[in-house]
């Protein structure tokens, strides 16, 4: 028996629920079919732990939560949990606030050292230190954002995400408030975000979440708020973006309510990938490795309602899709050379999915 037979892939998903019911569950992978199955070592005592983070060699998650203080007011918490390489079940090793409001996102550095939040109620991000043994350290360090931009929803900052770039040394942070991509500069010795530069989009847009290209420097952003997506080239000397072009993510035709959400691009850095929720699909583009130009593929249904996460498999073969309304994970198979989706027929009931975490 070969390694690659003997090893097991796992897919945690993180999800809405009180602290009485199952928040985090585990779920084998069948790396043939793109099917998940919950293995019964889902956890519980979480509000709403929506969203993940894996070390994958340390073998442990990180997932945000809710805590409420003595005087009845939120705030973000973070836990942290042992994953058992056999049966994926998760053991809790320690758990901290982290900023003073409830928080949407969270991720480590690339040194698993440091744990970053951000929170989107209060315009906040904030940065953890971890301890060798993975335990979370009180918050070191939280910078509030300021400003406004066009719509009502955009009436204060709204911190929506915290993403990390190759060398380790920026972090962005998209503020769906402000119409901004706000870069910090990350100082590992002193344990500080120091704020860099502020990339402005246009206004309405709504910046939530950021992909990186793997292997060349260009990243992309998702816009909430006008359904399109934003390319720009990235000079990771510097820390500062240029934009290249901003693309829909709805059909021409399509006039209904929508809300953008998740993105993610392919292993190979061919294709992106990005949810609808309203218009309920995944739009596929091509990247154009010369420029970082997008082109255009399809649109897929995503079989259920309000697409808030996805996840691309480690070997690039299926895309499973969060629905959070219809309380259902869906399986679709990518075609590495079309980047076209198209159904498994694997559907998995969980209720009210986020986010989906892979390890091997």
């Not at 301890?131 to 406004?148: C, E």
């Not at 900052?157 to 942070?173: E, F, G, I, K, Q």
């Not at 793997?214 to 934009?243: C, H, K, R, W």
């Not at 970082?292 to 309000?306: A, D, K, N, P, Y």
């Amino acid at each position: 028996m070969n390694n690659s037979s003997q090893q097991q892939t796992f897919a945690f998903i993180g999800s809405y629920a009180e602290p009485s019911s199952p928040g985090v569950h585990v779920c084998s992978y069948n790396v043939e079919t793109g099917a998940l199955a919950l293995t019964g070592a889902s956890v519980d005592g979480l509000k709403n732990p929506t969203f993940l983070d894996i070390d994958e060699k340390a073998l442990r998650l990180y997932a945000l939560s809710e805590g409420i203080n003595a005087e009845g007011q939120r705030y973000g918490e973070a836990n942290a949990y042992t994953i058992e390489p056999k049966s994926g079940q998760l053991t809790l090793l320690n758990k901290e606030q982290t900023v003073t409001s409830p928080t949407c996102h969270i991720t480590l550095d690339h040194t698993h050292r440091y744990l970053m939040v951000a929170s989107y109620h209060g315009g906040l991000v904030g940065l953890s230190p971890l301890l060798a043994d993975g335990r979370i350290s009180p918050l070191a360090d939280a910078h509030q954002h300021v400003g406004a931009s066009l719509l009502p929803v955009q009436s204060q900052p709204r911190a929506h995400s915290m993403t990390v770039d190759r060398l380790n040394r920026y972090v962005l942070a998209c503020d769906l408030g402000l119409d901004r991509i706000i870069i910090y500069r990350l100082d590992i010795e002193q344990q500080k975000l120091i704020p860099h530069h502020e990339t402005i989009i246009d206004a309405g847009s709504g910046p939530r979440h950021w992909q990186f290209h793997p292997s060349l420097a260009y990243g992309y952003v998702i816009n909430e708020l006008n359904a399109t997506i934003t390319a720009f080239s990235y000079d990771e000397q510097q820390g500062q973006l240029t934009m290249i072009e901003t693309v829909p993510t709805l059909p021409a035709d399509y006039d209904g309510e929508n809300a953008c959400a998740d993105i993610h691009i392919s292993p190979d850095g061919r294709f992106l990938y990005g949810s609808n929720r309203g218009h309920d699909s995944i739009v596929v583009y091509a990247i154009d490795p010369t420029n970082g130009r997008l082109s255009f593929v399809e649109h897929i249904s995503t079989m259920g309602q309000h697409p808030r996460g996805f996840a691309i498999s480690p070997d690039g073969h299926f895309v499973l899709v969060a629905n959070r309304d219809t309380n259902d994970i869906v399986s679709f198979r990518r075609d590495a050379e079309s980047g076209k989706l198209s159904p498994t027929g694997h559907t998995l009931q969980v209720p009210k999915p986020v986010c989906i975490k892979f390890i091997t």
